[in-house]
Structure formats: structure tokens, C-alpha cells
């Protein structure tokens, strides 16, 4: 995907040093347009792919994502003479990530409707842009750290809501687009959504209407994109990506597969397997035996490529992600991910009867240790903000109980947008990269599938032997594969996990951290001398000696680097 700044031209002088480094990442400057007071800047992906451009007198529209197979010339050019403000179709929004368009001498953004891809903003709402470095260097100088959303990156790899890590910069919230003319306008959007019948048309479906009615809105999705045989799908031994493959060959695809791990791994068992006897490529990708270098230079390529930070993991691994990443995409392969395909399962491992909001929180977002966080931390406002954001995210309001079929939403509308959505902007800085159980047309509908035929991954086995009978048969790292019954250990074990009270879920972290070992912070940080000098910011917000997560300890020089990369005010 593209990068755009959209910024005033007497602040264009401070995006100096992020278009060097962005273009030392791979990225390049491939359009400098002049709109009214304010200059339009767009960059190719990092393998150095434009956006889609299509020009016609003065107006225009630039595509920045997956392309359609219908996305020629003169798709695009009706397009802008049938755009109106405010309303697009679905088609076109589900498979491109940032819709830019110029008609009658008024700018018009879009994102795509899950609004995973965000507007960064600044206070005055008088710079935009889908980068948040970009939005940094634009307010140079005067940054201050939000410490909240240093608490929630740490105990949960991810930003909810429209925080970021400083005051100063934030995202526009979902369902909203911008206008442009003399003044940056929000507006509240409507989406023309497709015709496709709703999983709630008929009572009480069986498991097989509704499987099938499920894979049918996915071929229809994936038939639209534009995929050839360069497809690379991310595979595993688990539910998502054998539905991926499966749909991928039920549309006549072959494509090649990549799985991370070693020879030890139960995912790359499971995919050597299939790969070998159904006559797919295989990449096996064992990050552990390949070189890293620490080096100044290539640590500020990390830091430009995943653009300031990445979900669940800290930035600065030696370039090897980043390498990776690129390398996948190599000759305008498109990657294809099932991030957010437990849309299908109980993916909170939570019973069947409504819950409240703070028990979600501890259900699932109170995974840490607070001997490692200093008395900055406050745990009654980190559980409150969270539960509000929440709130936000599906429109309810505040309550002792949550509905079922609400907390079913959150894992689309929260956790999907926020965590896999970051994930996949991010993949698309690569080249492209499609994340078909992330678009609103998929989404809408699934929280309403009964939990009954959601839970043990009962749904999505049905999908995909109703697609590939032959896939579906082969082992998974479940230690079954998924035509046959679930065996009882397993029965047994998704029920005490289903039935774990949350109080004991929050705790476990903390029952865990008491057998791990110390982390040799000395020995470890040897990597990263030339990257930070201390930890002169985070001493605030952590107390380095008590992590014993490594997890964590790489947010925590990811966080580290950013403040100290923009001399953030709030030192202790």
C-alpha cells in the first residue's frame, strides 16, 4: 500500500527527514500535487509499486491497495464522473485501502470500512495522513507522551481507539471520510453495501446453509481481486489458512504456500504434509537461523517500514521481519493472510451467557505482570478506558451486562480493527496483501452464527469440507483433522477453558511470571547499543529488572526508540 501526507505547504519543509528515510526503506515519492494551500504527497509501497492513478481534465482518483480485476482505465475515469460526496460502493472500498479522489476542485479521502487503515491527525485536524510517523515529524518538537496508551501497547502489543503514543497525533474515528476544500472537513460516511443476503434471512439455519452461504460471499470477494498465480497464502496448521487454500482452489488457484517455523514446529509438519501431497510450493521461513544486523542504519529502515511501531512485538529485530516481508512480496506477488478468520470460532473462549465489559477486560486484555510497571500505572482508569473504547467500537452503551452477540462484535469491530488491522496496513506497506475475513462484507454478519455451531471450530470445518472434502482431511495441529469428530481430550479441555473465570484468567500472567526466569537485560541490550543509549523515558513507565517477558521487553525498546527518535517532553 501507498503512503499520503496531505499537510499545509509551509509544513512540507518538516517531512524533510521522514521522506529520506522512508525512501531509504524502499519507498519513493511518486506524487506531489498542489491542492489549493496544501500539498498532496504520495509514495509507492516499499517495493517500490505506485498507487493506481487515473486523471481526467483537473480531476483525478489514486487507489492505494489491492487492485480489482475490473479496476482499468475506464472504470476508474466513470468512477470520478459518478462519485458523489460521501457515498461509494462497496466494491470498490472492500478491496482498496485508501480511496483519494479530486472532483470540482474538492479532495475527498476514504478509508476502508472496517477503518483499519486510519486518518492521523493532528490537533487542528489540519494535516492528514495513513502514516503516524508522518503526522510526528509534521508536529516535530512538540510531542508529548500519552501514557496511557504506553500501558496499553505494553499489556496488549496494539493501540485501541483514536490514541496514539503522543497527545498530539491521533486518528479520526470509524466511519467517517474528509473533505478538503478551503478547510479539512469529518464527515460522517454511508457505504453502499452489496446485495448480499444476510446469514439472518432464514430461521434457525443449519450448519451447512450457513457454511455454505459464508463461502459463497468469500469466492465471490476473492473472485473480484485481482490474484493470478504469484498468490503466496501465509499458512499454518491451523482452521484460517486451510479455508484459505481451500477457497483459493475451488476458484481454480494453485497458489504457493509460506509457514515460520522449524523442523520441530507442528505448523510446518502440517504444511510440509499438504504441500507434498497436493503439489504445492512450500517456503519454510525459521527466522531464528537467519542474520540479524543492529546497525543504526538498518534498525531506522525497521522503524520507517513498520512506520513507528507493530502489533504484539517490538520493531528492531535485526531487519529480519522487514526483510522477510519484502522478500515475500517480490515481483508484485500478491500475500494472502487469514488474519481475523475466528470470526468463525468462539475466538474469547468465553460461555455462551452475557457478560460484562470488565469481564471481557480480564477475560483477555489483562495479560501482564504489575511488578514490572512503576506507580505510573493505574490499573482502575487502564480498565475503564479500555472498557469505553469498547463501548465506542460497536455503539453500545454502558452496562453491567454485555450481550453475547456484543461481545461476538468486539472481536471484528475491536480487536480486528485495532490489532489485525494495524497488522495488515503494514503488510501492505510491503506490496499488496489481502485480508479477506477483514472486509465488511464478511464481518457484518458473523456475530449472528449461533456459538453453538461456532465453537470447537465447528463452523469452520463445515466450510471447508463443503469446499475441499480432500483438504479438510488432512491432520491439523490440533492433533485431528477436520472431518472427523473432536476427540474427548479436546472436548474437555476447550470446556475448562471455556469455563475459566475471568478473575483466574487475569491472574495467570502473574502465576506464570513467578517460575520464569530474569531476563539478562545486560546481555540482551548488547544488540541494541547502538539503537538507544538507556532507557531514559520507559524507567518511568517500567521497571526493566522485573520483565521477564522478551515480548515485552521489545515494546519496550520499541518505545524507547520513538520517544527518544523525536525528543519527547514527559522525562522523568
Known sequence: MSTYILCSQTERKNLNKYIDHYSSSGGSLTHDILIGDNSLLVFSDLQGSPPVFH??????????????????????????????????PESITELTAT?????????????????????????????????????????????????????????????????????????????????VNNDFTIKDRTVELANTPSTKTK??????????????????????????????????????????????????????????????????????????KEKLNLTIIDKSTQNACYSLEESIKDFYAFDGWKVEHGIFDGGIDRKDRLMRNKDGRVSINGSLGEIYRNFYYMPKSSSSLNQLVHTFYSQYDPKAFTEQFNELNYENSIEKKMQNAIGIQADTSTSRNDIEKLYPYFRGRFWAG???????????????????????????????????????????????INLASYQSDYGFNFVEKKP?????????????????????????????????????MKNFNEIIDSFSYMNKYVVIENIK????????????????HFCATDKP
Open 99 to 179: 480511496l483519494i479522489v479530486y472532483k470540482e476542485n474538492t479532495l475527498f479521502l476514504y478509508n476502508d470500512n472496517l477503518s483499519c487503515n486510519k486518518f492521523y491527525t493532528n490537533k487542528k485536524c489540519n494535516s492528514l495522513s495513513n502514516s503516524f510517523l508522518a503526522l510526528c515529524h509534521l508536529e516535530n518538537k512538540n510531542l508529548n507522551i500519552n501514557s496511557e496508551s504506553v500501558y496499553e501497547y505494553l499489556i496488549n502489543g496494539s493501540l485501541f481507539g483514536t490514541n496514539t503514543f503522543f497527545n498530539e497525533v491521533n486518528s479520526i474515528e470509524h466511519n467517517h471520510y474528509v473533505v
Open 55 to 88: 486523471k481526467k481534465n483537473n480531476d483525478f482518483v489514486m487507489a492505494l491497495g489491492c487492485e480489482l480485476k475490473s479496476s482499468n482505465k475506464d472504470f476508474w475515469l466513470k468512477f470520478i464522473d459518478t462519485h458523489t460526496p460521501g457515498i461509494y
Open 549 to 564: 517477558d522478551e515480548r515485552v521487553l521489545g515494546l519496550v525498546i520499541t518505545l524507547e526508540f520513538l520517544f527518544q
Open 422 to 468: 494495524r497488522d495488515a496496513r503494514l503488510n501492505n506497506n510491503f506490496g499488496a496483501a489481502l485480508f479477506p475475513f477483514m472486509h465488511e462484507s464478511i464481518v457484518k454478519d458473523s456475530s449472528s452464527i449461533p456459538l453453538s455451531i461456532k465453537e470447537m471450530g465447528r463452523m469452520q470445518s463445515e466450510m471447508i469440507k463443503l469446499l475441499d
Open 488 to 524: 474427548l481430550p479436546y472436548k474437555a479441555s476447550y470446556f475448562i477453558s471455556v469455563h475459566k473465570p475471568a478473575w483466574l484468567r487475569k491472574y495467570s500472567q502473574r502465576l506464570k511470571n513467578i517460575k520464569k526466569q530474569s531476563i539478562d537485560i545486560e546481555n540482551h
Open 203 to 276: 430461521n434457525n439455519p443449519s450448519i451447512t446453509e450457513l457454511a455454505t452461504h459464508e463461502n459463497s460471499k468469500l469466492l465471490t470477494l476473492l473472485s473480484n481481486v485481482n490474484i493470478d498465480e504469484r498468490a503466496i497464502v501465509s499458512f499454518s496448521g491451523g482452521y484460517d489458512s486451510r479455508l484459505l487454500l481451500s477457497l483459493m482452489r475451488s476458484l481454480g488457484y494453485s497458489p504457493d504456500l509460506f509457514v515460520y517455523g522449524n523442523d520441530t514446529s507442528d505448523d510446518v509438519a502440517v504444511a510440509k504434509n499438504i504441500a507434498y
